[in-house]
Nanobody
């Protein structure tokens, strides 16, 4: 079965950095695009970044462009989100996700809190 396990969240001061990881299993990781979403309290879940299966193309929400970088290691079945210059408004639960066949699968999420 498809499993996505996020890690790397935590508490960080404004201007700081975090690197999120998402370990995938249960499907052929290298042939599927992967995405990161986030959901802040009281807000809808929003797309943060997308990466193609080969990692040769990425796309970002305007709010994170120039600060976040999505990448993947197909040998390790892992997708990453490097987050720099973090702001309080980046505080949210971050999820990795894959659309596998006809269904979208989500991890359990990892909390990122940006606060002084």
């Amino acid at each position: 079965q498809v499993q996505l396990v996020e890690s790397g969240g935590g508490l960080v001061q404004p201007g700081g950095s975090l690197r999120l990881s998402c370990a995938a299993s249960g499907f052929t990781f290298s042939i599927y695009a992967m995405s990161w979403y986030r959901q802040a309290p009281g807000k809808e879940r929003e797309l943060v970044a997308v990466i193609t299966n080969a990692g040769d193309s990425t796309n970002y929400a305007d709010s994170v462009k120039g600060r976040f970088t999505i990448s993947r290691d197909n040998a390790k079945n892992t997708v990453y989100l490097q987050m720099n210059s973090l702001k309080p408004e980046d505080t949210a639960v971050y999820y990795c996700t894959v659309r596998y066949r006809t269904q979208r699968y989500w991890g359990q999420g990892t909390q990122v809190t940006v606060s002084s």
